[in-house]
T-cell receptor, first 113, second 108 residues
Framework: DSGVTQTPKHLITATGQRVTLRCSPR?????VYWYQQSLDQGLQFLIQ???????AKGNILERFSAQQFPDLHSELNLSSLELGDSALYFC????????????FGEGSRLTVL | GQNIDQPTEMTATEGAIVQINCTYQ??????LFWYQQHAGEAPTFLSY????GLEEKGRFSSFLSRSKGYSYLLLKELQMKDSASYLC?????????FGAGTTVTVRA
């Protein structure tokens, strides 16, 4: 158990819909990272937050947005869903902004039909 | 940007040694990580190198050469449970970017 909690574990929805994925980092960790992993693909970095502020952005689509709240949990919002958005979405936390390993949650598996 | 390359697949026999190479090009460097990922599961941390040289951790070792933009992960005394994807990841600034992963299959 990494200490990072993600909900929901599984989600099935239709094209055009909107979903919210939630992540609670390890106790004391200030950084939250979001990654997307499509079938047989590598981990694609989406976005990173540190203590409530956006710190780095990867190849995140405009239909996707995220935020980190004062209690440090984070949410990833995916809208106007397309079939290609079906993937595992991982959240990871890190004790510092730079340096130190990432601890990954179990992931949220999104299926868009 | 970053470019991280590692082989797609490797196969080895139980009890043998396998070396997974990773080459990278990056602007800025804060360290290189290796993660193990079983299918459908979360990646788990294996090793971290920020200075040149070899880091040994039980059956796993990782090497880094910053001047060459090169790292390898060495898996010794392979076990069936080592069959997994191994991910090389490079940290720069606040990003941690992953390679596509190397799928290692261990045969009996």
């Amino acid at each position: 158990d990494s200490g990072v909690t993600q909900t929901p574990k599984h989600l099935i929805t239709a094209t055009g819909q909107r979903v919210t994925l939630r992540c609670s980092p390890r106790s004391g960790d200030l950084s939250v990272y979001w990654y997307q992993q499509s079938l047989d693909q590598g981990l694609q970095f989406l976005i990173q937050y540190y203590n409530g502020e956006e710190r780095a952005k990867g190849n995140i689509l405009e239909r996707f947005s995220a935020q980190q709240f004062p209690d440090l949990h984070s949410e990833l919002n995916l809208s106007s869903l397309e079939l290609g958005d079906s993937a595992l979405y991982f959240c990871a936390s890190r004790p510092q902004g730079v340096g130190g390993e990432l601890f990954f949650g179990e992931g949220s598996r999104l299926t868009v039909l | 940007g970053q470019n991280i390359d590692q082989p797609t697949e490797m196969t080895a026999t139980e009890g043998a040694i396998v070396q997974i190479n990773c080459t990278y090009q990056t602007s800025g460097f804060n360290g290189l990580f290796w993660y193990q990922q079983h299918a459908g599961e979360a990646p788990t941390f294996l090793s971290y190198n920020v200075l040149d040289g070899l880091e040994e951790k039980g059956r796993f070792s990782s090497f880094l050469s910053r001047s060459k933009g090169y790292s390898y992960l060495l898996l010794k005394e392979l076990q069936m449970k080592d069959s997994a994807s191994y991910l090389c990841a490079v940290a720069n600034d606040y990003k941690l970017s992953f390679g596509a992963g190397t799928t290692v299959t261990v045969r009996a």
